[in-house]
């Protein structure tokens, strides 16, 4: 381990608020020199950066559930890392760690709020940004809360084989439902059907997202979960069942929109089917989420869960590695490795 | 009392499914002798009818929440009447009722199924159309059961001067809750906060809608009543708090649209706000109405409870009476007087 004083920071800014899809030249590129820890505080090289479609609504101005990253500010983004320095009891060095690390290659905390150590033994570390980390939180929560599905319903779910869908589909079909995915291109709809064990999943780019549920989904909708707005959203509610929960989780189809945002013309379909559209934040269910893990990393030790990840190198591809979420062209959880462990 | 062969039944059948808003022409004016009432039958004399934005909806074709109404057919209504030939005991003659007697002077019905006796000593007739009928049911449940309000929250509902904004609006009073009405007009505005005692009451044809929610609202929206949709709707999502309630119960400012329907292009503040749009339709708390109308008729004879009509004379002159449903012209629940009682 080297000492602090002769490692560089190396970070990436926000440079500029987006118009459409964030560019290059959004970003600035700076360096730092990486501070000692204060007492009680501790430094965390980065390892992992999960890149995530929620990014880009924090690179808007305007009220969110979050504020917005400021200017200037080094981008947010949650990550895995190791304790290389330490003045904290609980984090020695060495200590594996989740925590908002940002994009830059290590930060210094002078608290372990919102620091959460990790065991490598249950899954490698990749997996603490997907399955067992904010993902999977959110989809298991998300479904299981907002949706509460019941054995036998219908669960449908888009960016099926992004990182949220996952883990929604998987934990649907252990509680007993049919589940339908929503994914663009045949290699990401077998991926689903055949390792993640959905029963279908509609390719929305080779064909009619309206005729694949009214094939897959023959007695209807009962819990939809929505990670992509926009038209997919639109078709899903002309074949909603009376009572169907709809979980709006984002928006991904929406969130490069130089023109306003499409709003769900068939919103009526709520009303004619009683049905209900409501929205997550899964920071609301932190104090839950050792539930969610325990039984996430049961399953996957019984071998009834399985997770994917698409890992791309190195801090400098930021820019381009965060597009892929857009273009669609990530296969699985989107993770930024920054350096080895 | 007239013999039952001497009578002749003036009906309005829908003729053509509307573009647009309803023509003349989109309906037939009828007429067909009435029959005596089979065993355990009765006829009933049709006295008001209920003029409703919902009637809109039942002239298209497709599926909605109950079968369109057929080409030919009597328009289907609520309204109130009287039982003028029966040979059912528990309806005899001179038996005020509610039922679906649609647009026509007379119905003979076979059963008792569907119709209720009211009782005029508890509220003239009209009343068992608005506060007593369907839109007092609908306002009750679906801000009660739907929207949740606890005391101290700000409940806004559009149409507010309407037949189920007016029920929202005092119910959500009652209830201990700030309630600010959205309604076209000064006069109307002025009715629903003097005579209703809503708290304000935004007019949307006055001014910024928005405006009035940051003036009105200042804590922000826990409940939103939706009667009417498109660039409301869309409004209020920005004011939203963290967990409201937004009641879907119509859209009448999308019904006669000959483009598609204008989705809430804000719905994502569901997303940030953790709130939930959920849609009502009446019919599911039928085994419940009587619980409504006691609280209803008590607070209506304790003095804390009012509402208003606007009453239009004449069968004939029903096409152009529902209209006044889409321009706003109606000054309260807008009922169709067919005969007198």
New interface residues.
């Given amino acids: 381990m080297s000492a602090l004083t002769e490692l560089t920071n190396h970070q990436v800014r926000l440079a500029a608020r987006p118009v459409g899809l964030p560019k290059r030249s959004d970003w600035n590129f700076t360096t730092e020199p990486v501070r000692e820890p204060v007492e009680s505080g501790f430094v965390v090289k980065t390892l992992m950066l999960s890149l995530d479609p929620a990014m880009r609504g924090w690179m808007n101005e305007g ?3 979050i504020p917005p990253v400021a200017l200037g500010e080094v981008m947010r983004a949650g990550g895995v890392g190791q304790v290389i320095a330490s003045r904290h009891a609980s984090f020695p060095v060495g200590t594996y760690v989740s925590a908002g690390l940002g994009v830059q290659e290590y930060r210094a905390f002078d608290s372990g709020k919102g620091v959460t150590a990790i065991d490598l033994s249950v899954a490698p570390l990749e997996k603490w940004l997907n399955a067992l980390g904010m993902p999977g939180m959110t989809g298991y929560f998300g479904l299981l809360d907002v949706g509460q599905p019941k054995p036998g319903e219908t669960v449908v779910v888009s960016g099926a084989s992004g990182a949220v869908g996952q883990t929604v589909g998987q934990v649907a079909k252990l509680k007993g439902c049919r589940v339908v995915g929503i994914a663009g291109g045949q290699a990401k709809c077998d991926f689903v059907v055949r390792e993640l064990g959905f029963d279908a999943c509609i390719d929305y780019r080779a064909g009619d997202v309206r005729d694949g549920l009214k094939k897959y989904c023959p007695t209807g909708v009962d819990v939809y979960f929505d990670n992509v ?1 926009g038209e997919i959203l ?1 078709t899903v509610l002309t074949r909603i069942n009376r009572g169907a929960r709809i979980i ?4 991904i189809s ?1 969130y490069n929109n130089t023109t ?22 899964v920071f ?1 269910y932190a104090d839950r989420y050792p539930v969610a893990l325990k039984d996430i990393a049961q399953w996957m030790a019984e071998g009834k869960f399985t997770s994917r990840e698409d890992i791309v190198e190195g801090l400098e591809t930021f820019p381009e590695a965060l597009l892929k979420l857009f273009s669609g062209e990530n296969f699985g959880k989107l993770v930024l490795r920054v350096a080895g462990n």
């Avoid at 306003?260 to 997550?280: C, D, F, H, Q, T």
């Fill in positions: 009220k969110s559930y707005g639109d709006i989780c984002g928006a929406q306003p945002v499409k709003g769900p013309a068939n919103y009526l379909s709520l009303l004619v089917n009683r049905a209900r559209m409501e929205g997550i934040v609301d």
